[in-house]
């Protein structure tokens, strides 16, 4: 093994400098991935072929066999002690179900990179688990490869590394994602549109996309609205309802996040990356249009603008979609809602309506000074109640989604 243990050092060294640049390093202003908190494996790879490679090649053609190491880099000091035999554990995915036993495993504390020495068979793939909760850092915290900065256990704190010889396949350990939903706007015209998901790295497991895991409701009262399945593939799921939605009518559409891929991958349902035990799942709306007595499409933004002088911002409001007139509900035009900083803070407004139902002017109670911002709350509602819909796509009120700001 002795070309085994002289390639390591020109390895480690790679490995350290390859650390450095690593893009999903745990960042401490980001709460979900666990900040500094939590030791990750920020790289693995091979010793033939250096980070980021999964396939061995024979370091040592005297031997019979494949000989090569697998080489993992942490970003955080391990305790050596939790480096050993019983938290890794390697089988043959392709074409074998054997399981691998190391020979040595090393831990080089100064580069935090563990090295897993190993004899390998020709065209055979791998599936390396080091497994929930066996390695832990000096202050003695687990593993966090979903970076939510809890304790999950397995699976979802396994960290899965496949590895190859010649011409055999790796095990798909992607999570499926959603590449795109619909419909989801408002202003739908079809009484019976056909809700959808199309997936990224599938397949999806089939069996799995029904209607136990898929459902649509009315979104007021959310009483269930039957469906039926027009297709379910690999790639996509297709339904449409039994009868005709309603118009003016908002619809909310559940995807379940517990599924699965053909290879049995938990769904990433808001493609962040990770997958966790309470993945939420995919939720969104649709609004069947307006047939003029519903009453139901919401207002947005048509202009905001300071005025000369700055010491008030007039506000105006259109139809969301069409850009038709809308009448504004003057009660919710209030310092909750409507809102005036500058470079000094918040300004005190007074609320001003007249002849123009669609418009309100806010009248700074100060000269506004340097960069003034609007911020405009979902709340704000139209003579019908519908609530602001401040991203303009024809449903309002949603916190985050609908609150709008934009500088003066």
Request: net charge negative.
């Amino acid at each position: 093994m002795k070309r085994i243990t002289a390639g390591i050092a020109v390895l480690l060294l790679l490995l350290l400098g390859c650390a450095q640049d690593n893009p999903f390093k745990a960042d401490t202003v980001v709460e979900w991935e666990g900040g500094n908190e939590h030791p990750h494996i920020e790289v693995a790879g091979t010793e033939s072929g250096g980070p980021g490679n999964f396939q061995f090649s024979d370091l040592d053609p005297e031997r019979n066999g494949i000989q090569d190491a697998v080489i993992l880099t942490f970003d955080k000091d391990i305790d050596p002690s939790t480096i050993a035999a019983a938290s890794f554990e390697m089988i043959e995915t392709d074409p074998g179900t054997g399981s691998v036993q190391f020979e040595s495993i090393s831990y080089y504390p100064e580069d935090r990179t563990a090295v897993l020495v190993g004899t390998f068979s020709d065209d055979t793939a791998y599936l390396l688990t080091v497994t929930a909760g066996s390695i832990l850092d000096l202050p003695g915290n687990q593993l966090d490869p979903n970076h939510n900065a809890l304790y999950d256990g397995a699976p979802w704190d396994d960290r899965l590394a496949t590895f190859f010889t010649g011409s055999a396949v790796m095990r798909d350990i992607t999570s499926p994602s959603i590449n795109s939903n619909f419909p989801n706007t408002g202003n739908v015209g079809n009484l019976t549109p056909q809700p959808r998901v199309l997936f990224d790295n599938g397949p999806m497991n089939v069996s799995q996309l029904n209607l136990n895991n898929f459902t649509l409701v009315r979104t007021s009262d959310s009483s269930s609205v039957a469906l039926q399945v027009v297709s379910a593939t690999g790639s996509e799921l297709v339904t449409v309802p039994v009868n005709d939605l309603s118009y003016g009518t908002r619809y909310t559409v559940r995807l379940s996040a517990q599924i699965t891929d053909s290879a049995g991958n938990y769904l990433d349902t808001n493609n962040d990356g990770y997958v966790w035990p309470d993945e939420p799942d995919l939720v969104w709306d649709f609004q069947i249009i307006d047939d003029g007595t519903t009453h139901s499409t919401p207002p947005t933004l048509s202009q905001a603008d300071l005025l000369p002088g700055n010491t008030s911002v007039r506000i105006e409001f259109e139809e969301s979609l069409t850009g038709d007139d809308v009448v504004m509900d003057d009660a919710t035009f209030i310092a909750a809602n409507i809102q005036v900083t500058d470079d000094i803070g918040s300004i005190p407004i007074v609320f001003e309506t007249g002849a123009d139902p669609g418009a309100v002017n806010c009248l700074l109670q100060r000269i506004a000074t340097g960069t003034v911002t609007l911020f405009i709350s979902c709340n704000v509602a139209d003579e019908y109640g519908n609530l602001f819909d401040g991203n303009n796509n024809g449903l309002g009120g949603t916190p985050g989604e609908d609150d709008w700001s934009g500088v003066l």
